[in-house]
């Protein structure tokens, strides 16, 4: 029942092609970052929406809350350095 | 099962939602917020001085419901600016910081947070319903 960081991530690993996701939460209010090729080109809301729809109706009752950061691979992205993904290897 | 013939809630939340230049859905009211998230969200709009509707989603669950369903986002806050969703609390925070906010609200930046303008009554869309 209850949900930890680490389903959050392999769900949305496996849901968005290519993409990394470094999860952390409490079991209620979560805070994800979430770097995917896929993301290139899109507004945020349609960047957060690709991950919104993996959780669907969870969202807000099972997940009270997903607090979002979304970014494409090798973007210079300078807010919030501290949350940046660790580099991790990942064959895909 | 949804009610195709006459939708009188989502019909009020489109019409809030065309009818103000700024207007943010979320829990609690500005003065009151039930939620740190859209608490942060008001303190940011509140920080740049910028008039905005406040819709409370709590009281009707049926508020949120519909709203979701017609901007396609699962949670509150909601920030609409021009009739146009521009995110929930992380969106905005980001926005706010990069400053791409400003430009959409059409604002300066500030370089902090001054008094409160007076704001317009929060909007009761559960009221014009009942």
Same mark, same amino acid.
């Given at each position: 029942?209850?949900?930890? $960081? %680490? %389903?959050?991530?392999?769900?949305? %690993?496996?849901?968005? $092609? ?18 995917? $090729? ?46 940046? $993904? ?7 | ?6 939708? #009188? ?7 809030? *939602? /065309?009818?103000?230049?700024?207007? +943010?859905?979320?829990?609690?009211? #500005?003065?009151?917020?039930?939620? /740190? ?6 303190? *940011? +709009?509140?920080? +740049?001085?910028? #008039? ?7 009281? @009707? #669950? ?9 901007? /396609? ?14 995110? /929930?609390? @992380? ?5 706010? &910081?990069?400053?791409?906010? &400003?430009?959409? +609200? ?25």
């Amino acid at each position: 029942m209850s949900v930890n $960081p %680490e %389903e959050l991530k392999a769900r949305i %690993e496996a849901g968005i $092609p290519g993409a990394r996701a470094q999860v952390s939460g409490d079991g209620a209010h979560f805070s994800a970052v979430v770097e995917a $090729p896929a993301f290139a080109g899109l507004s945020r809301i349609a960047q957060h929406k690709l991950v919104y729809e993996i959780f669907g109706a969870e969202l807000g009752d099972r997940i009270h809350a997903l607090s979002l950061k979304t970014q494409v691979p090798g973007a210079a992205e300078q807010v919030g350095a501290a949350a940046r $993904p660790a580099q991790k290897e990942e064959a895909r | 099962m949804s009610d195709q013939a006459s939708n #009188p809630m989502r019909e009020a939340i489109q019409e809030a *939602i /065309g009818q103000n230049h700024v207007i +943010l859905f979320m829990k609690g009211t #500005p003065e009151a917020p039930a939620c /740190g998230f859209s608490a942060r969200t008001v303190a *940011i +709009l509140q920080s +740049l001085e910028v #008039p905005f509707a406040a819709v409370d989603v709590l009281p @009707d #669950p049926r508020i949120r419901q519909e709203l979701s369903a017609l901007s /396609g986002w699962p949670t509150i806050p909601q920030l609409f600016i021009d009739g146009e969703l521009i995110g /929930g609390c @992380d969106i905005v925070t980001e926005m706010y &910081q990069s400053g791409e906010l &400003q430009q959409a +609200l059409g604002v300066a930046a500030k370089a902090g947070p001054e008094p409160e303008q007076p704001q317009a009554e929060p909007l009761s869309i559960e009221n014009r319903l009942s």
